[in-house]
C-alpha cells in the first residue's frame, strides 16, 4: 500500500522524526486537536508514554499555556517537564485535588486520556470540569465504559474517541512544518538492531533500563 501511506521527508526531516511522524506524533496531534484547546484553558494528558508526550507537544503547539502531565513513571514525568508540562504523580500526591486547587474548584477544561484502560478513563472524567471535553485515543479493549451515562449527562460530557487518520495528520504536520521546531525525537532512548525486535518489545513493555521509546534499526 505504498502508494497510498508513504509520504516522501523533505531533507531538514531526519529519520527518527519521520519514523514518529507515521504514527506517535500524529497520534498526539489527533488527540490534542480534539481537544479544542484554547490558550486560557487548563489540560491534563493522562499518560506519558510516547504518545502521551507528543500529546502534550500538540498541546502547547496549538496554544495551550498551562497542561498537567499525569504518570507514575518518574524518567516519562522529566520529559514531560522538559516539554513544557507540569508534571503529577498519583503514586505520590491527590491529583484531583491538585488540579481542582489550580483551577479554581471547576476542574480541566479537557482531559486527554492516552492510556486505554478503564481506571484511566475514570480518572479522565474525575478531573474534568462540567462541560469539559475528554479526548481518548488509548486503545481500550474493555465492554463497558467506567463511567456510566448518568454521569456523563450530569456533567455535560463532550467525549471524543477513535483511531487517528495518521496519513492526513503525517502531510498536515508536514506541510506546515510543525515537526521542524520541536525535538520530538528527545523521546527515543533506545536503539536495537532489527534481529534484536524481540528483546526491544521487552524492554518498552517492562520499562526496563529508564526506556520511554525504544526503535529498532536494520544495521
Known amino acids: 500500500m505504498a502508494d497510498s501511506t508513504l509520504l516522501p521527508l523533505s531533507n531538514d526531516l531526519n529519520e527518527k522524526k519521520g519514523l514518529l511522524l507515521g504514527d506517535v506524533f500524529s497520534t498526539g496531534y489527533f488527540c490534542a486537536d480534539n481537544a479544542g484547546i484554547k490558550p486560557k484553558n487548563v489540560y491534563a494528558v493522562v499518560g506519558c508514554g510516547p504518545v502521551g508526550l507528543m500529546t502534550i507537544i500538540a498541546a502547547k503547539h496549538l496554544g495551550a499555556e498551562t497542561v498537567f502531565a499525569i504518570d507514575v513513571v518518574p524518567e516519562r514525568l522529566a520529559i514531560a517537564k522538559q516539554f513544557g508540562a507540569v508534571p503529577l504523580n498519583p503514586s505520590l500526591i491527590d491529583i484531583k485535588e491538585e488540579i481542582l486547587n489550580n483551577t479554581h474548584g471547576r ?8 492510556v486505554g484502560s478503564s481506571a484511566t478513563l475514570k480518572m479522565a472524567i474525575d478531573l474534568l ?12 479493549t474493555a465492554n463497558h465504559f467506567s463511567f456510566s451515562p448518568g454521569e456523563a449527562y450530569d456533567k455535560n460530557l463532550i467525549y471524543k474517541s477513535g483511531r487517528c487518520p495518521a496519513h492526513y495528520y503525517a502531510e498536515k504536520l508536514i506541510r506546515e512544518e510543525v515537526l521542524q521546531r520541536y525535538a520530538i525525537e528527545d523521546i527515543i532512548t533506545h536503539q536495537f538492531l532489527l534481529q534484536d525486535g524481540a528483546k526491544a518489545y521487552e524492554v518498552f513493555d517492562k520499562k526496563l533500563d529508564n526506556c520511554v521509546k525504544a526503535i529498532l534499526q536494520i544495521s
Open 107 to 114: 476542574g480541566a477544561d479537557a482531559v486527554m486520556e492516552v
Open 129 to 140: 470540569r462540567p462541560g469539559g471535553t475528554i479526548s481518548s485515543v488509548g486503545v481500550h
